[in-house]
């Protein structure tokens, strides 16, 4: 049986730690992939993965769905870090650069535009060198619901 939840932290980075723990202890997809969650603070995230041979395509390349998912977490850390649940409603991605086998690619997450209940966001995936490999944008849409209970 799962312990109750703590209530949500007031101050913005313990609050944005603190939702990220909550989603990361339910995020089967991303902790399978191998994908670890570097950092988060209000509207950004960082999430690293290393591509394995499971993960490549016909070309020996990393298959585009893979540094889809890694973006596309990230993009879930970063708009869900204010204790609202969020969800993605549309987003894009241009791939430049192929991800290599043993790459360790790292996705980027920042928030360009959050207005009422929808946001932007832009997340760079890299790999180990700095080098640019795909361009992701993702817009959100805040729904019912909460990661933490409210303070008392």
């Not at 209000?42 to 020996?60: D, I, K, Q, W």
């Not at 997340?123 to 060198?129: E, G, K, V």
Request: aromatic share 6%.
């Amino acid at each position: 049986m799962n312990a109750p939840l703590p209530p949500a932290p007031r101050d913005p980075q313990a609050l944005a730690e603190a939702c990220a723990a909550a989603m990361w202890h339910n995020d089967s997809t991303s902790q399978r992939l191998g994908m670890a969650l570097i950092r988060v603070a209000p509207g950004e995230a960082m999430l690293e993965m290393t591509v394995t041979e499971a993960m490549s395509n016909g070309h020996g390349n990393c298959h585009g769905g893979y540094i889809f998912t890694l973006a596309d977490s990230a993009f879930a850390f970063a708009c869900n870090s204010r204790n609202a649940v969020v969800v993605g409603q549309h987003c894009s991605i241009t791939y430049l650069t192929p991800g290599r086998l043993g790459d360790r690619l790292t996705a980027e997450a920042r928030e360009v535009s959050l207005k009422g209940r929808s946001g932007i966001y832009d997340i760079h995936i890299t790999n180990q060198h700095g080098e640019p490999v795909a361009e992701f944008r993702g817009h959100s849409r805040t729904v019912k619901g909460q990661h933490l209970p409210d303070p008392a």
